[in-house]
């Protein structure tokens, strides 16, 4: 089969014209390196975390469940992730928030929005409270901070 040995023979001629380095290896690793690094930058670049709070009825009452929902985007898109929800109260204690069935929002998956509704106990009427919402996915966080004052 002279066409066989022939591309054999222009692959060996080739390959003897190309000198060898011994810095060669390295300097692949180097641009795998800076490749891994770029394709790494690009997606720590990405759009934040939005998250907005929207609550379904006015100003927040004591012992009446207020409705409200969360929610969660990233370039303009809904974002699947974790939703943790706290309470600061007037000292700065953080207290975690329960769901309308009685459980902790710490870590509750969602896909781009959360509703649900907060009860506020008598005691806290007349303080101004902060409630703090995160949500995370991917790497990324996004946080939003909502003031109320209970009547």
């Known amino acids: 089969h002279p066409v066989a040995s022939s591309s054999v023979t222009a692959a060996r001629s080739i390959h003897l014209r190309i000198p060898y380095h011994p810095g060669m290896r390295a300097l692949i690793a180097l641009a795998a390196a800076v490749a891994a690094l770029a394709v790494a930058g690009a997606a720590s670049a990405a759009a934040p975390i939005v998250v907005a709070f929207n ?3 006015p100003g927040p009452k004591v012992t009446v469940k207020w409705p409200y929902t ?3 985007t990233q370039g303009g898109k809904p974002v699947k992730g974790t939703l943790t929800a706290t309470l600061i109260d007037p000292i700065a204690q953080e207290h975690q928030v ?3 069935a009685e459980k902790p929002i710490k870590n ?3 896909a781009g929005s959360f509703s649900d509704k907060i ?3 008598a005691n806290a009427k007349g303080f101004t409270l902060t409630l703090r919402f995160t949500v995370t996915a991917g790497g990324a966080k996004g946080v939003t ?6 009547k």
């Open 55 to 57: 609550a379904n009825a």
């Open 70 to 72: 969360i929610t969660a």
């Open 98 to 100: 329960m769901d309308d």
């Open 108 to 110: 509750r998956a969602i």
């Open 119 to 121: 009860l506020f106990p």
């Open 145 to 150: 901070e909502v003031k109320v004052t209970p």
